[in-house]
């Protein structure tokens, strides 16, 4: 099982839709999670982090763990245009080890 | 304003050839990454590095080899550059783990093609 599973989409939604980005993990180990958004020919950039337990709010974008299901979700609310990007999760390994990425999710939103 | 600087947008190289991916970061960052991301793949861990002259493979490191010969500076190697290397190469940086700043930042990214 990879340790890091995420849906790929394309998941398309009309401007002003709630949108529900997931992923599912493996290792009890991880502490923290960590989204990345990445616009088209561009680099990943970090979005937002929040540790094992609880949501984590930032404007239109709240992340929230659920560790007995080992899942996590990014929902964005009143979704832009400019929110088209792929979305990736990843939940670092404790202590200095390279951070695992899921594969992302590409999500258009459609004005 | 930043941060990490991947040394090309685009490259076309020919099968068999020497290729070298430069990446320069300007935040004093103690690690430093090379992926390459493919459709349906994601993104795959190449090489890293947590100081100078330090190397470590990542879960694909054939067919590469990588150079840190200055803390601001990792290069990605491609010994005989091959059409199965045709990717989209980034770069990342990142503090240790535990640091308030901690995360990675990442370069734009080389889209090399090989012919």
């Known amino acids: 099982q990879k340790e890091v599973e995420q849906d790929p989409g394309p998941l398309s939604v009309p401007e002003g839709a709630i949108v529900s980005l997931n992923c599912t993990y493996s290792n009890s180990a991880f502490q923290y999670f960590m989204w990345y958004r990445q616009y088209s020919r561009k680099g990943p950039e970090l979005l937002m982090y929040?540790?094992?337990?609880g949501n984590k709010e930032d404007g239109r974008f709240t992340a929230q763990v659920d560790k007995s299901s080992k899942y996590i979700s990014l929902f964005i609310r009143d979704s832009q245009p400019s929110d088209s990007a792929t979305y990736l999760c990843a939940p670092p390994h404790s202590g200095n080890t390279p951070l695992v990425f899921g594969k992302g999710t590409r999500l258009s939103v459609i004005a | 304003d930043v941060k990490v600087t991947q040394s090309s947008r685009y490259l076309v190289k020919r099968t068999g050839e020497k290729v070298f991916l430069e990446c320069v970061q300007d935040?004093?960052?103690?690690?430093m990454f090379w992926y390459r991301q493919d459709p349906g793949l994601g993104l795959r861990l190449i090489y890293f590095s947590y100081d100078v002259k330090m190397k470590e493979k990542g879960d694909i490191p054939e067919g590469y080899s990588v150079s840190r010969e200055k803390k601001e500076r990792f290069s990605l190697i491609l010994e005989s550059a091959s059409t199965n290397q045709t990717s989209m190469y980034l770069c990342a940086s990142s503090l240790p783990p535990g640091q308030v700043s901690y995360g990675y930042t990442f370069g734009s990214g080389t889209r090399l093609t090989v012919v």
């Open positions: 935040m004093d960052h103690e690690n």
């Open positions: 929040t540790y094992s337990s």
